[in-house]
C-alpha cells in the first residue's frame, strides 16, 4: 500500500513545517552550480504545496531564506531573490487554482524593495482564499523574532500598560510573527542534517520531528506521505503519561 493510502485523513497534522535543506548539495552532486539547486527546490515546493493543498493540511510553513542566509556571498543572495520574484508571479495560479492563502513570518523589511512589494501584492490577492495557508518564512530567524517580541512587550510594560505578571505564553505568542497560526505539529528538515537552526525555538515545543536524508531538490510526494504516516505512529503525550493520553483519547 503507498504511503499516501495509509494516512489517516481525520488525524492529519494541523501544521507541518519544513526546513528544506541540500540545494547546493544536490547541485553540486549534478555538477551543477548552486543556483540550479535552488531552482529545482523551487519545483520541489511547487509539488509540496500541492500534495498538502489536496491531502486538506491547514498550514505548511517553508523557511525559504533565513536571517543568516544574509551573509551569503552577494551574487547567490541576488540570485535567490530574483527566483522569488520570478517565482511568485509564475505561481500566482498554482496558488488560485489551489485555494492557497499566502502568508509570511520573517523581517520582510529587509527584502529588496521590488520583491517586497510583489510578495505583498500576491499575499493580499490571495487572502480570501480558504485552502491551506502557506508560510513563507523569509528573512526569518527565531531569535530576531523572540528578540522583537520581546522589545514590543518591554515597551508595554515600561509605559504602564502591562504588569510585569501580565507577560504569559499567550502574551508571547501573540507578539510572534506566527500570532494566530497554531504551532506546528510536524516538523521535517531535509538533507540529513539534524539541527533546528533558529527556526521557530518556541512554537517547535511539541512538535514531532523528521529527518529524511534525501536532498530537498530530491523529496518527493511520497516522501511527504511518509513523514505523515510516521508522525501518525506517534504518541504525543505533551509531558503527560502514556496511560492519561489514552484516556483523554
Ligand atoms: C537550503 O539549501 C535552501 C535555501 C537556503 C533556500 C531555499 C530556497 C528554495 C527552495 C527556493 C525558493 C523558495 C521559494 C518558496 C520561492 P542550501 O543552499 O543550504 O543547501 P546546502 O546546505 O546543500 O548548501
Not at 76 to 82: G, S
Not at 137 to 164: C, D, F, N
Request: net charge negative; hydrophobic share 40%; aromatic share 8%.
Amino acid at each position: 500500500m503507498s504511503y499516501k493510502d495509509q494516512i489517516q485523513k481525520d488525524q492529519l497534522p494541523a501544521h507541518i513545517a519544513i526546513i528544506m535543506d541540500g540545494n547546493g548539495r544536490w547541485a553540486k552532486k549534478q555538477g551543477l552550480i548552486r543556483a540550479f539547486g535552488h531552482k529545482k527546490g523551487v519545483q520541489t515546493v511547487h509539488e509540496i504545496t500541492e500534495a498538502a493543498a489536496e491531502l486538506g493540511i491547514q498550514y505548511l510553513t517553508l523557511y525559504a531564506f533565513s536571517t543568516e542566509n544574509w551573509n551569503r556571498p552577494k551574487e547567490e543572495v541576488d540570485m535567490l531573490m530574483t527566483l522569488f520574484v520570478e517565482t511568485i508571479e509564475k505561481e500566482r495560479a498554482t496558488l488560485m487554482d489551489n485555494n492557497v492563502r499566502l502568508l509570511t513570518i520573517g523581517d520582510i523589511d529587509r527584502l529588496p524593495d521590488g520583491a517586497r512589494t510583489r510578495f505583498l501584492k500576491l499575499i493580499e490577492d490571495t487572502s480570501h482564499n480558504t485552502g491551506l495557508s502557506l508560510v513563507l518564512a523569509l528573512s526569518y530567524s527565531s531569535r530576531w523574532e523572540i528578540t522583537h517580541a520581546m522589545q514590543e512587550i518591554a515597551k508595554r510594560v515600561a509605559s504602564g500598560e502591562l504588569k510585569p505578571e501580565d507577560v504569559n505564553e499567550e502574551l508571547i505568542s501573540a507578539n510572534l510573527t506566527t500570532a494566530g497560526i497554531p504551532d506546528p505539529d510536524l516538523l521535517i528538515r531535509t538533507s540529513g542534517e539534524l539541527r533546528i537552526s533558529n527556526f521557530l525555538l518556541w512554537q517547535l515545543a511539541y512538535a514531532e520531528m523528521t529527518f529524511p536524508a534525501c536532498l530537498w531538490p530530491e523529496f518527493t510526494n511520497e516522501d511527504l506521505y511518509k513523514a505523515i504516516v510516521d508522525y501518525q505512529h506517534r504518541e504525543r503525550r505533551f509531558g503527560k503519561t502514556s496511560e492519561q493520553v489514552l484516556v483523554t483519547k
